[in-house]
């Protein structure tokens, strides 16, 4: 049985920093392609970062590029999300979620990124809350 399990959220002031992580069990990190999506208030989920291949390949979402950083310690099966520069509208929901196909896409797999139906496995979620 695949778990995701969230922790790291919180409450922040703007400009400032946070850290999500994402542990996975019954699920190889490194086999296939992980991702953190977000879902703020009345607007759907909608894909933040991605990181495939072992941590080979990222893609992030233009919105959150040279502010946040996702990488993966495949030895402790999880899964980072580096929020810096938070701004009020990084406000949100954030879940883990885990595909175990979307690496089939090969070096296109970044196309589908975004797509919440292109994961398989979702966490619980944890809330980052970014105040001014």
């Known amino acids: 049985q695949v778990q995701l399990v969230e922790s790291g959220g919180g409450s922040v002031q703007v400009g400032g920093s946070l850290r999500l992580s994402c542990a996975a069990s019954?699920?190889?990190?490194?086999?296939?392609?992980m991702g953190w999506f977000r879902q703020a208030p009345g607007i759907g989920r909608a894909g933040v970062a991605a990181?495939?291949?072992?941590?080979?390949?990222?893609w992030y979402t233009d919105s959150v590029k040279g502010r946040f950083t996702i990488s993966q310690d495949n030895a402790k099966n999880t899964v980072y999300l580096q929020m810096n520069s938070l701004k009020p509208e990084d406000t949100a929901i954030y879940y883990c979620?885990?595909?175990?196909?979307?690496?089939?896409?090969?070096?296109?797999?970044?196309?589908?990124?975004?797509?919440?139906?292109?994961?398989?496995?979702w966490g619980q979620g944890t809330p980052v809350t970014v105040s001014s």
């Open positions: 979620a885990a595909s175990t196909f979307l690496g089939r896409h090969g070096g296109n797999w970044y196309l589908y990124a975004d797509s919440h139906h292109n994961y398989n496995y």
């Open positions: 019954g699920y190889d990190s490194s086999s296939d392609c």
């Open positions: 990181i495939c291949f072992g941590g080979n390949d990222t």
